[in-house]
């Protein structure tokens, strides 16, 4: 789990196309998730509490949405 967080903050920081798009893909998915909350303008997983910005950053992750709702839906 360290790795995946460590991986989306240096993405988030170090930009590359083919991250951008497949963040972008995933933030649209995230934005009408009904566990998306914002805190103080801080768009996060209800789920897990990760900020968006770095969750859908990173490669390694998958949406935490648990199998009886459906399972991850990125």
Not at 14 to 30: D, F, H, M, Y
Not at 45 to 52: E, K, Q, T
Request: proline letters at 8%.
């Amino acid at each position: 789990m360290i790795n995946e967080i460590i991986e989306g903050w240096e993405n988030y920081i170090v930009k590359t196309p083919l991250v951008e798009a497949e963040a972008k893909r995933r933030a649209k998915i995230c934005a009408s998730c009904e566990h998306s909350k914002n805190d103080f303008g801080v768009p996060r997983c209800g789920i897990c509490n990760c900020p968006l910005a770095m969750k859908t950053r990173s490669m390694k992750s998958e949406c935490p949405n648990p199998q009886d709702k459906g399972g991850p839906k990125w």
